[in-house]
C-alpha cells in the first residue's frame, strides 16, 4: 500500500513506519505528506492542508498518524459511541479533523477517500518503545496514576530509560526508536495488550485498509 505518515518527530515516523508495515503484514510505499509537524498541537493544525494535498496530489491510500498524549485525556471505548466526541481527547480530535477534511471531496486518483489510521502514545512515543521491555510501562498505569494524580513515571524518564538522556540527537533517536520496535518482529500483540487504546486504535485503523483494499 502507498501510506503517508505524520508524527511529531523524523524518529517518530521512522518507528511508526516499522509498525505499520507489522500490523499491515506488508512493506509500504511511503509517500510525502508534503508538510512536516511539530508536537501537538501543531499536528493537527496542518492536518487538513496534509489531507487536501494526499487527495488531490498523490495517489496515497492511507494516512497515519501518532500524536503523544503527554497529560492529555486518554481515548476509552466510551468514546467510540456513535456521535460521541471528547473534545480534550488527542485521538477523537483527530479524527475529527479528518472527518471535516475529507467530507465532500470529489472522488480523485481512483479512489474516493483518504483512509485514516490515528493513533494516541500515551504519555509519550518512548512509552511504546519500552514495551516488553520495561513491564512497568503500560497505559493502564499511567490511566490509573491520572486518577490518582500520581504518575507513574515522567516522559523524562521515558526518554532516559530509551536513550540514556533527555536530549538525544536525532540520529541516536531514530536508530533507538527503529531498534526497539523491531524487537516485536512483526508481531504487535504485546503492544497491544498493554497499550489497547493508544495502539490499539492505530491497529485497529490500520486493519480496517486491509478489507477497504
Ligand atoms: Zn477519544
Request: proline share 8%.
Amino acid at each position: 500500500m502507498k501510506v503517508a505518515l505524520l508524527s511529531e518527530s523524523p524518529a517518530d515516523e521512522a518507528a511508526l513506519r516499522v509498525l505499520v508495515e507489522a500490523v499491515l503484514a506488508e512493506p509500504v510505499a511511503l509517500v510525502q505528506p508534503g508538510l512536516r509537524a511539530r508536537g501537538w498541537p501543531n499536528v493537527a493544525q496542518v492536518l487538513p492542508a496534509i489531507l487536501r494535498h494526499l487527495h488531490f496530489n498523490t495517489d496515497a491510500d492511507g494516512l497515519a498518524v501518532v500524536v503523544d498524549a503527554d497529560d492529555s485525556v486518554v481515548h476509552t471505548a466510551e468514546h467510540e459511541a456513535p456521535g460521541y466526541h471528547h473534545p480534550l481527547c488527542r485521538i477523537c480530535r483527530l479524527r475529527a479533523v479528518f472527518r471535516r477534511a475529507l467530507r465532500h471531496l470529489p472522488p480523485a486518483h481512483g479512489r474516493t477517500t483518504v483512509l485514516r489510521a490515528v493513533g494516541l502514545a500515551v504519555p509519550a512515543i518512548e512509552a511504546w518503545y519500552l514495551c516488553g521491555r520495561d513491564t512497568s510501562v503500560t497505559e493502564a498505569r499511567w490511566v490509573d496514576g491520572q486518577g490518582s494524580n500520581q504518575p507513574p513515571y515522567t516522559r523524562r524518564e521515558l526518554k532516559w530509560r530509551v536513550y540514556g538522556t533527555e536530549r538525544p540527537p536525532l540520529p541516536l533517536e531514530i536508530r533507538r526508536a527503529v531498534q526497539e520496535v523491531s524487537r516485536h518482529h512483526g508481531d504487535v500483540r504485546r503492544l497491544e495488550h498493554d497499550f489497547p487504546q493508544g495502539f490499539g486504535s492505530l491497529a485497529r485503523d490500520l486493519r480496517s485498509w486491509r478489507r477497504s483494499a
